[in-house]
């Protein structure tokens, strides 16, 4: 293994100086650098084409501006010599610039991306074990059409409805009985094409989930929840108990009574440690993100007494799901915590929730839950935006594998051994069926790096891609190897890596 | 075995209490909470005003008076920050500073300026504002620091400035000219006046400024040198409080790299108070700026004018004002002497057949209702004064199509003629390959054969090498007499189709050194008439602007000028 890392990196270092070489002349070729200068009608014109002329070395022949950015470049690798990525045509630093983008990028497109892993692997799941059922055909149609739409065109229409349509609703937060009962129709369908089985079953599910949403939807707004929102502790309770319920099912079943014993154990000490913890976390002296992870430090821990009290013979599946349970419960009690933030947040900016520009409000005066609102409010429209495309790749993905997994010879002999179908699928065919999703996720996080070029631009972030694009419309070479430096080390970094996971997850494989 | 169940059912007995507790106890303490919080909420209502202003460009250094600091965006937000003598006005007429100081005309030979510094100006660090900084401002932009000194984004009328007259701790400066100098009244504006204290302090430097105005090629000013070059480059996201002061209403506050930048009302501003104390400049890309209006996270926009952003911004009716407007920019045809129109009649033929009344009502009016053709090469239509200066230049000939005048002159001819202009395959200038479309149809009936040879590289290669027969181009112009006549004086670089008239370089002369206002007008006026006798350019029409405000917003006057839209930002406010 250690000689295949070895031969990989070497491999990759020669790529990477060839191809730096290539894009650079490139770049340098792509048009007049002094462009925007000729137009200049000020006396001083000539002054400042020197300028610019010695900053860029444009007097020098190409390979030796490159031997000179790749001097620098040395910097970041060799211990005790600065990290130079040269200047911009502005005299700014590069490597700066860098990494201010490097950092927007990953803030834009990490969610996002989890969001478009888990949502997509759910739903190729789901739509596999249903195929060609309703549900089935819905999914794969819906990933088409995003997979299909122009994202900017998705984007202006996120901001009109989601945004600004979404805010004005805001201003007087009230569910009509008609829009309640389509929301219902919704909720209804999919609950009906998902539960699958016979035609009673389905309808029940239908009706059952349907007349649940309008229900709900219905009250919620007679009692003005949506200007107050919050969970509450009945909401965080079940929440969390069904979630218990959910993760002892797919971890063990319902019949091995240990393990659900300890989930509902877990979670009926998250819901009492709620009524501490809440006016903890709010009080401002202490909202902090070091105490909502010193507390899931907590969580966990007293997860893992529990199942460890309660799991019987069962004690490594049920400390896994307690602990699982107990992140649940926790993740319910921080919603709570920033749903009761939102009237606060509403206030501070003027009753525009969602924003639909930018990273952050400039000059935001909040307390710390509404700044995490606020960091959200502005994540939503462009994490929905990217999730919404990379979706598609990702449900079909796991359908796929998913199926060809389902229709393998283990799986006929699992069945076959008496095996109940929830460890057929989650322990037999799921797990064989996400590995090649590895290499799919890891060159996605590698092509994201380089920045979502678009939806930088229309929902105003400076992240990679708004670097790429302005140093290459300005034929400035530094930051556009800059962006390429960043995007490739990512790409070669993420195919080793995803490699060696293959290794570890595939037994089959030796390096 | 037993003990297990037991144990189990004792737990799903707690869980189903505790479910029971909680939900009793919601119903009271979940809405209560929540309720105080709302309460809380509106109790911090947003009592620190501010207005928030949609711009492009990002913000790059302190100091735009270096080659690499000379950026628009530099210049827009520095505005409110470097003050300067005099200001830009939205007519395009410079409007004395009273704030900062007064400066008068002593005598006209040797021209000699007197400026007075308000006794109460202070940087935002305390220190006075005085001759020292005069001297900087002096040293920096007049060239004389000699080769390894300061490089100035502009030096013209500074070098030809004798030293500032002044002592150390004056507020009182007297400027002589060495030559007669048209644009005296634009000198030491917005921007130019730098802390020189700061310079000194960063640099180390032993003595002032005013010490080295004597011997300006002094070797102990490289250090200095140094730091107004360099010392200024911000990193992004990166204010560096401790050297960057205020001499205007607002000073720079807070910076996050890539979102924004505030402005906030400088404590020590002795002049008009502001209104608003906070203004916050975001930086978003014109597509976006609309929506943003609209969902209340911008009060302020005026992106480059597009159909579409014009279209939605109509859209919002009432919810917001929109204006449309004028920019100092107009776009024109130049003949190429050195060509085929070195021959007057084909020229007279060309100007007789481009449909410039159609271009107008075309291109820019949808935009721009009250656009119309450009008649002059140094005054817009938007400003007071136009219509005195326009007549009788002889371009309105020119404002119809006369396809038979044109064919009458070309008598048979059927000469090729090559447009050339800034062609981007990657970002085709819409406006400028329709206004080629109307040029080659109505041209082609007349008996041109007009050609599109738009190129990438048109000025960088084409142009400076004559490869063209008429470029097609706009000038951002200045409304200073300096700054315009490169386009039309013999051997200039800006002079791309190489005309050259004895008479216009001697006007332009005589206007870059006369320094009353009306006799500066009068030269330009026998200039742009010529200019028109000899067809040197066709002017076709000025870039049209818009411009949008949140409904509870004042104050907010647009300002197609260098000074944009800050330009009286301490009179801004909210309804």
């Known amino acids: 293994m250690g000689v295949l890392v070895a031969r990989r990196l070497f491999i990759s270092t020669v790529t990477l100086l060839m191809s730096s070489f290539l894009v650079f002349v490139l770049v340098v070729n792509s048009g007049d650098p002094l462009a925007n200068l000729r137009n200049d009608t000020s006396p001083e014109r000539d002054t400042k084409i020197a300028r610019r002329i010695a900053i860029l070395h444009l007097d020098e022949p190409v390979p030796q501006r490159y031997l000179k950015w790749l001097r620098g470049v040395t910097g970041c690798v060799v211990p005790g010599r600065d990290c130079d990525l040269g200047t911009t045509v502005n005299d700014q630093s590069v490597t700066a610039l860098v990494s201010e983008a490097l950092g927007a990028t990953l803030r834009l497109v990490t969610a996002a991306l989890v969001l478009a892993i888990v949502l997509g692997v759910a739903a190729g799941l789901v739509s596999a074990l249903r195929q060609y059922s309703g549900f089935d055909h819905t999914v794969s149609f819906t990933a088409f059409l995003f997979f299909s739409l122009p994202l900017f065109w998705v984007a202006v229409l996120l901001k009109q409805y989601l945004a600004i349509g979404a805010n004005n609703w805001f201003a007087e937060p009230r569910i009509g009985l008609a829009s309640a009962l389509a929301v219902a129709a919704v909720t209804g369908g999919a609950a009906g094409a998902l539960v699958g089985g016979d035609r009673r079953r389905r309808w029940l599910a239908r009706v059952t989930a349907g007349g649940l949403t309008a229900t709900i939807l219905v009250q919620l707004s007679r009692e003005d929840w949506f200007r107050r929102p919050a969970l509450g502790q009945a909401g965080i309770a079940v929440l969390s108990l069904g979630s218990a319920l959910g993760i002892a099912y797919l971890s063990a079943g319902l019949g091995r009574r240990a393990v659900l014993v300890s989930c509902l154990a877990t979670a009926t000490e998250g819901c009492l440690a709620q009524v501490v913890v809440t006016p903890w976390l709010q009080d401002p002296l202490w909202a902090s993100w070091t105490n909502v992870l010193l507390l899931l430090l907590v969580a966990l821990l007293a997860a893992a007494v529990t199942g460890v009290a309660l799991g019987a013979q069962d004690r490594g599946t049920a400390v896994r799901a307690s602990m699982v349970t107990a992140a649940a419960t926790g993740a319910f009690i921080l919603i709570d915590i920033l749903l009761r933030a939102v009237p606060g947040y509403a206030a501070l900016v003027n009753g525009r929730i969602i924003a639909t520009i930018g990273s952050q409000t400039p000059e935001f005066a909040g307390g710390f839950w509404e700044q995490q609102l606020d960091i959200l409010a502005h994540l939503l429209l462009p994490t929905l935006a990217v999730t919404l495309v990379t979706f598609a790749s990702y449900s079909r993905y796991s359908r796929g594998t998913m199926l060809e997994a389902m229709s393998q010879d283990y799986v006929r002999t699992a069945r076959s051994k008496g095996l109940p179908e929830r460890v057929v699928v989650v322990r037999h065919a799921l797990r064989n069926a996400l590995i090649p999703l590895t290499t799919v996720a890891a060159m996605d996080v590698g092509a994201l790096l380089g920045g979502a070029v678009i939806t930088e631009h229309v929902f105003g972030w400076r992240g990679m891609g708004t670097l790429f694009l302005g140093g290459l419309l300005q034929v400035d070479p530094n930051p556009v190897m800059g962006f390429f430096l960043v995007t490739v080390v990512a790409v070669i970094a993420l195919n080793l890596v995803a490699d060696l996971a293959y290794a570890l997850l595939d037994p089959r494989i030796r390096l | ?575």
């Not at chain 2, 037991?6 to 809405?31: D, H, N």
């Not at chain 2, 309720?35 to 302190?62: C, D, L, M, R, V």
């Not at chain 2, 020292?132 to 502009?154: E, K």
């Open chain 2, 1 to 575: 075995m037993s003990t297990n169940s037991t144990r189990a059912r004792a737990v799903a007995l707690l869980a189903g209490a505790a479910l029971a507790v909680s939900a009793c106890a919601t119903s009271a303490s979940g809405g209560g909470s929540a309720s105080s919080h709302g309460s809380s909420g509106a109790a911090s209502a947003p009592t620190n005003k501010a207005i928030t202003w949609a711009y492009e460009q990002e913000f790059s250094q302190y100091n735009m008076n270096t080659p690499a600091g000379d950026t628009v965006a530099n210049r827009v937000h520095l505005g409110p920050v470097l003050s300067g003598f005099w200001e830009f006005r939205p007519d395009g007429s410079l409007q004395p500073n009273t704030d900062f100081g007064t400066y008068v005309k002593v005598k006209d030979n040797p021209l000699t300026v007197k400026y007075s510094i308000n006794p109460g100006a202070v940087w935002s660090d305390g220190k006075p504002i005085d001759c020292d900084d005069i001297v900087l401002a002096w040293l920096a932009h007049s060239g004389v620091t000699g080769a390894t000194g300061f490089s100035a984004a502009r030096t013209v009328g500074y070098d030809q400035q004798d030293r500032p007259a002044c002592t150390a701790g004056s507020r009182e400066v007297t400027v002589t000219y060495r030559t007669r100098f048209a644009d005296w009244a634009a000198m030491y504006g917005p921007g130019e006046i730098m802390p020189a204290h700061i310079v000194e302090q960063r640099a180390g430097m032993t003595r002032t400024f005013v010490d080295y105005a004597a011997t300006p090629t002094s070797p102990d000013l490289a250090k200095a040198v140094n730091f107004y070059d360099k010392g200024w480059a911000l990193t992004p996201g990166q204010l560096r409080k401790d050297i960057i002061p205020s001499s205007g209403p607002y000073q720079l506050d807070a910076w996050t790299a890539g979102q924004s930048l505030t402005l906030k009302a400088n404590p020590r501003w002795w002049g008009t108070p502001v209104k608003i104390p906070t203004i916050v400049i975001r930086y978003i890309s014109g597509t976006a700026q609309a929506q943003a209006l609209q969902n209340g996270e911008v009060q302020v926009m005026d992106p480059q004018p597009q159909t579409d952003i014009v279209n939605q911004l109509k859209a919002m009716g009432q919810a917001v004002t929109f204006t449309t407007g004028d920019q100092f920019t107009y776009e024109h045809l130049s003949f190429n002497f050195k060509g085929q129109f070195a021959d007057a009649s084909l020229r007279e033929a060309f100007a007789r057949c481009v449909p410039r009344q159609q271009i107008v009502d075309n291109l820019i009016k949808p935009q721009n209702a009250r656009a119309q053709i450009m008649e002059t090469r140094f005054v817009f239509p938007f400003q007071p004064g136009y219509a005195a200066f326009a007549a009788g230049l002889g371009g309105a000939q020119y404002d119809t199509v006369d396809l038979a005048g044109a064919k009458k002159l070309l008598a048979g001819r059927t000469p090729t003629v090559r447009i050339g202009w800034l062609k981007n395959p990657d970002k085709i200038n819409k406006r400028r390959a329709d206004t080629l479309a109307l040029i080659q149809s109505s041209c082609g009936q007349a008996g041109f054969k007009v050609v599109d040879a738009g190129t990438p590289t048109f000025f960088e290669k084409e142009a400076p090498a004559g490869n063209f027969d008429v470029g097609m181009m706009a000038w951002v112009a200045s409304q200073l007499v300096s700054d315009s006549a490169g386009a039309h004086m013999t051997g200039s670089g800006d002079n791309y189709g190489k005309y050259s008239d004895p008479q216009v370089d001697a006007l332009f002369k005589r206007a870059m050194s006369e320094t009353e206002t009306a006799k500066q007008t009068a030269l330009l006026k026998q200039i742009d008439t010529l200019l028109w006798k000899d067809l040197e350019s066709i002017p076709l029409f000025t870039f049209p602007a818009i411009f949008a405000l949140a409904k509870n917003t004042e104050g907010v006057v647009y300002n197609a000028t260098v000074a944009n839209l800050l330009w009286n930002v301490g009179s801004w406010n909210l309804a």
